[in-house]
């Protein structure tokens, strides 16, 4: 119904920066809000941004001010800009949506995409 393709990860030094971008297909009409996650190996996912429609963000304390979310409704495609990294924001990064159908719901998720800050 809805597909999630992430890219743009890779391994960068800390204070660098990456974009990632996640392209959806499928039934797009359906989407409203996208969303990004992180999963560092043995820890629980973590939410760390979202973009309605309309284009209203909600980022996590742990990246605010460092990252920046948007979409391109025209182009079907979420962006996650990443400034001043550090290597605690090391993970794989996952797009997410959530698709409403009355009552019921469906989840979206994408292959995901290494983020990794080292020296």
């Known amino acids: 119904q809805v597909q999630l393709v992430e890219s743009g990860g890779g391994l960068v030094q800390p204070g660098g920066s990456l974009r990632l971008s996640c392209v959806a297909s499928g039934s797009i009409s359906s989407i409203n809000a996208m969303d990004w996650y992180r999963q560092v190996p043995g820890k629980q996912r973590e939410f760390i941004a979202t973009v309605n429609r309309g284009g209203s963000t909600t980022l996590a304390d742990s990246v605010k001010g460092r990252f920046t979310v948007s979409r391109d409704n025209a182009k079907n495609t979420v962006f996650l800009q990443m400034n001043s990294l550090k290597p605690e924001d090391t993970a794989v990064y996952y797009c997410?949506?959530?698709?409403?159908?009355?009552?019921?719901?469906?989840?979206?998720w994408g292959q995901g995409t290494q983020v990794t800050v080292s020296s």
């Open positions: 997410h949506t959530q698709v409403w159908r009355g009552f019921f719901s469906n989840d979206y």
